[in-house]
């Protein structure tokens, strides 16, 4: 296996495309395998791991404290999630849990975006900071973090605070005030449209979508 220390700065971007590439097709068999139930057995297989892929200027890869820290208009995706920062850094514990820390430049936000196609929503989060905690699907943004749930492209939901997490797994908030909230007085807040309007636009989007694949 190519030592990453090797391919740094300019490849960058050209090694997020190989390292997505290697992690989507070399462990294709294993996947397939176990996601084939064992002869006479009717246990489902578990859910697949989406893959990572990570675009950013600059790299520095450390394999003995299984380190990474990319630098420079950094982009992350995983599955239906992206991430934009201009620092990550990433590590991975002794039991191959994944965590990560985002970073942005003075005058900047990091900004988290998560689809949820099923139900026709997007989830859009900004702060100045976001750390990720893979064991629980967590994303905490900090700092002026705002929160904002889009429903057939049109803001529904908007909360404001110091901190906010998101479960992306469960689709489930969190929010606490401080001093440094993006809402007023450092408080919490939260504006949230009623659920009828909102089943209302789902239904809209399910009827033009519809339409589209009947033509």
């Known amino acids: 296996m190519t030592d ?8 960058t971007r050209l090694l997020g495309a190989v390292l997505l590439t290697a992690s989507v097709f070399a462990p294709a068999h294993a996947q397939d395998a176990a996601a084939k139930p064992a002869a006479g057995s009717s246990k489902a297989a578990p859910a697949e791991e989406p ?36 620092t990550l850094e990433m590590h991975e514990d002794a039991q191959g849990g994944q965590y990560g820390t985002a970073t942005a430049n003075k005058g900047k936000v990091v900004t988290i975006r998560q689809e949820r196609p099923d139900t026709f929503e997007l989830i859009e989060g900004k702060g100045l900071r976001a750390e990720y905690d893979g064991t629980k699907s967590t994303f905490d943004l900090i700092g002026q973090a705002v929160v904002i749930r889009y429903v057939c492209g049109k803001p529904f939901d908007t909360i404001r605070g110091e901190r906010v997490r998101y479960n992306e797994k469960t689709g489930t908030y969190e929010a606490q005030g401080g001093p440094n909230s993006a809402a007023a007085g450092g408080r919490v807040r939260s504006v949230a449209e009623p659920r009828a309007k909102s089943d209302a636009a789902v239904a809209e989007c399910r009827k033009q979508q519809a339409a589209k694949k009947g033509r």
């Open 51 to 86: 893959s990572t892929l990570i675009l950013s200027d600059t790299l520095h890869y450390d394999d003995v404290k299984k380190q990474s820290v990319f630098t420079g208009n950094v982009n992350m995706t995983r599955g239906l999630m992206t991430l934009t920062s201009d």
């Open 4 to 11: 990453l220390r090797t391919l740094l700065a300019p490849t």
